[in-house]
């Protein structure tokens, strides 16, 4: 059974920095990409970052300059390491990813969603 289990959440000052994990499991063949959103209480679920397993970024301009999301792929872990955050980063964060999983003799694929981890941005 696959799933993705996310770790690193927690409560930090503005300017501050936290890095979040994000660790896929199971049969796993392949992640063509990895991503992480995050959710604001009342707010939709917004994509931050990605990563292809080549290596490619691309960030939310919300994020640029100060998040950076790398992968360690033998690992199937995705990181988001997160600096000067501000109170606006306040959000759950999820970790997102299409898996490409072997499964009754054959491969699958499909898309998982972590369980989401708290980060709150606040003095």
Avoid: H
Avoid at 9 to 21: C, D, M, T
Avoid at 51 to 69: L, P, W
Avoid at 81 to 92: F, W
Avoid at 111 to 121: K, S
């Amino acid at each position: 059974q696959v799933q993705l289990v996310e770790s690193g959440g927690g409560l930090v000052q503005p300017g501050g920095s936290l890095r979040l994990s994000c660790a896929a499991s199971g049969s796993i063949r392949s992640i063509p990409a990895m991503l992480w959103y995050r959710q604001a209480p009342g707010k939709q679920r917004d994509l931050v970052a990605r990563i292809f397993s080549s290596g490619s970024t691309n960030y939310a301009d919300s994020v640029k300059g100060r998040f950076t999301i790398s992968r360690d792929n033998p690992k199937n872990t995705v990181y988001l390491q997160m600096n000067s955050l501000k109170p606006e980063d306040t959000a759950v964060y999820y970790c997102n990813a299409d898996i490409i999983y072997y499964a009754d003799s054959s491969f699958r694929a499909k898309n998982y969603w972590g369980q989401g981890t708290q980060v709150t941005v606040s003095s």
